[in-house]
Structure formats: C-alpha cells, structure tokens
C-alpha cells in the first residue's frame, strides 16, 4: 500500500505546486468560501508585519490567529506554500494509519461478535470482509488530497489546514491506544479552535472501550455542544462514527466555517461505504452541495461586483449548503442505525402473520 499512498502524494503535491505558481492562486486566497476572517493568509501576514513593527498584532481588530501560528510563520513564512502543502500530505498520511488500525478493531470485533452468534442468521451480506475494507485507508486518503475543497484550502494558504492536521492526528492517537499524544493534539486543536473540544467524548469512548477500561448569535456558537452528550449516548458503542458526526456538525455550525472544514469529515466517505445502501436521498443531496459549491462564486460576484443582487442571495446558498450537509449526515447517521438493528435482528423482517415488516426508526 506504500506505492499507491506514495502516489497519491505525489499527484497531491503537483496539483498544488501547479496551482501556486497559476494566476488562479491569489484569486483563490480571496475566495470567502475558502477563507475566512479566522483562517486568512492575508491575515497572518499582516499581523507578522505588525509585530516586525513593534506592535501587538493583537492591539487591534485585524488579527485572529493563535500566537502560536504567528510565531511559527515568523520563522518559516518564506516556505509557506510548502508548509501547507506539507500539512496536506501530513493529514492524510495520519488519516491512512488510522482508518488501518480502525478496520483491523473492526473486522476483530466483528469476527467476535460473530463467534459468540451476536449477529442474526440472515445477515451475511451485511458482514465485512478483509478484501472490502482492503483499500479503505487509501480511499481515504485519496478524497482529502484530491477533493477540490482541500486543493482550493491549500492554495489560498487557509489556517484551516493546519486545524485538520491536529485533528487527523488526535485521530490517529486515539486508534492507536495513545491517551497521552491524543490529549496533546486535542489541546492543542482546541487551542486553534474551540470545537474540537467536543472531540473528547468520543475520543474517551474509544480509549476506554479498546484499552480494556469500563466506562462508569450566541446561539450559532454553542449550538455544536449540544448535540454531543445525545449522540455520545446514542453511540457509546461506535466512538469513531460517532467522532465522524462530531466533525461534520463543527463543520456545520462552527462560526466562519470554510470548504476546509467541510473537507475533513468528507474524507471518512470511503470508512462508511458499506452503509451505501441505506442511504436514501445521496444522489439528491450530493448535486445540492455540487450545485451551492457552484453558486458560491456567481452570486458572491453579482453581490459585491455587479450590484445585481443583494446579501441575501449569497445567505441563502450559504443556508441551503448547510442543509444538505445536515440532511446528509442525518442520512448516514440513519444508515449506520439501520444497519446495526439489521444486524442484530435479521435482514428481512416479517410480521407475525408472515409478511413483509417495515423498519422505522424513532
């Protein structure tokens, strides 16, 4: 798997070289649905030449990066571009490892479970193999380095990135059993921003599942924390899916949120690809976000270019971007229930006069 992984990079990295030396680049890093006030290159910069002056980049209203950030560009901001690209490639190298170790938990507990007859008889389409779960790390790998929303982050040099790195790791510690390095990473995520917070739920679920311990407006802001403990109930079982929905919903309701956050959560896709089957409205709700991811750019330009529309154009693509992300996630997370009940209690339901039952789940 090393060749194909090294591939990937590869093919990553040349994108992006090729994309930094386009006219395209500085277009890109003006993009509001790339970058953002909390994220922006231009930013960082800025609050660099503040401090080369004397001054606190923190004195006024224009810079919003971490200290720690600011000092790291203070030394490398003549390689940033290989900085981020590097980021990228760190991400999913971390990613990669830790979908490997996640599937070999899996395909362990579920060759248990199978052992002690946990599974109902007519379920054997719905067991994963090896083979299937083969080229999952590489798939994995291969929609972050290649999904458009990564690309478009990287070149316009979004801290974003550098957000997803720190995540990707405390990923990857968590699988590998590491309490110490994943409340390192965490922290430090949380210190760039403030909800991977919510991240730890699920990361203590998985440590005290998997080490053998037993588990004893102002609005749009906080709105993220308070689906954590009902979905840490919900999935006590599943800490990773359950890690999956927590980044899909900080990327939904985080505060100037870009296609970069959006672009983590879409790389666990491939991890989930057995769920397919149940998912109900994909097709429909995959041309909704192509579709807004389109329109971003029209209507921005006809807002502040042309004069032609207003703000609440732009406001609501922005909207109906978020509902399909949130109609699927709510897909998958109706996916993943709908098997697991399968699982346990057969594939094909039947009534108690012999016909055909319909599962709905409340």
């Known amino acids: 798997m090393a060749a194909p992984l090294a591939l990937v990079l590869v093919v990553a990295v040349t994108v992006r070289a090729a994309l930094f030396r386009s006219s395209l680049a500085e277009f890109i890093s003006e993009r509001v649905e790339v970058v953002s006030p909390l994220s922006s290159w231009k930013r960082v910069v800025e609050g660099l030449s503040l ?14 990066e971490t200290p720690l950030i600011i000092y790291l560009f203070h030394f490398l901001i003549d390689y940033a571009e ?9 991400t999913a190298i971390a990613l990669y490892f830790a979908i490997q170790d996640f599937n070999k938990v899996v395909f362990k507990k579920q060759k248990l479970l199978l052992e002690l007859d946990q ?22 790998a291969l929609f972050y380095l290649l999904n458009p929303y990564t690309v478009l982050s990287c070149v ?17 510690t968590t ?8 409340a390192i990473f965490l922290a430090l995520a949380t210190y760039q921003s403030l909800y991977p917070l919510t991240l730890f739920v699920p990361g203590l679920l998985y440590l005290l599942q998997f080490l ?7 609005w749009l802001h906080i709105n993220v924390f308070f689906y954590t403990i009902p979905l840490a109930i919900k999935l006590k079982e599943h800490p990773i899916f359950f890690m999956f929905i927590q980044i899909a919903i900080i990327s939904i309701f985080k ?6 956050d959006v672009a983590l959560y879409m790389a666990f896709f ?18 909704i976000i192509i579709v807004c991811s389109l329109l971003f750019p029209v209507l921005w330009h006809l807002w502040i270019y042309a004069g032609s529309a207003n703000s609440n154009f732009f406001y609501a693509i922005t909207l109906t971007f978020n509902v399909g992300q949130i109609l699927l996630i709510s897909d998958y997370f109706y996916a993943f229930l709908r098997r697991e009940y399968y699982l346990t209690h057969g594939l094909y339901l039947t009534t108690k006069d012999g016909t055909e039952a319909m599962l709905v789940l409340k």
Not at 212 to 218: A, D, M, N
Not at 276 to 282: A, C, S
Request: proline share 7%.
């Open 51 to 64: 401090l080369d002056l004397g001054v606190s980049p923190y004195s006024g209203a224009v810079f919003h």
């Open 82 to 90: 290989l900085v981020f690209m590097i980021t990228d490639a760190l």
């Open 119 to 140: 599974y109902a008889p007519d379920v054997a389409e719905l067991i994963r193999t090896p083979m299937e779960m083969r080229y999952i790390p590489l798939k994995v």
């Open 156 to 172: 316009a040099k979004s801290t974003c990135a550098i957000n997803n790195t720190l995540i990707a790791f405390f990923i990857l």
């Open 175 to 182: 699988i590998k059993g590491s309490a110490f390095l994943s």
């Open 212 to 218: 053998g311990f037993h588990p004893c407006s102002l």
């Open 255 to 260: 505060s100037y949120p870009t296609v970069g």
């Open 270 to 287: 491939p991890v989930w690809n057995h769920l397919y089957r149940f998912l109900r409205n994909i097709f429909v709700l995959t041309c």
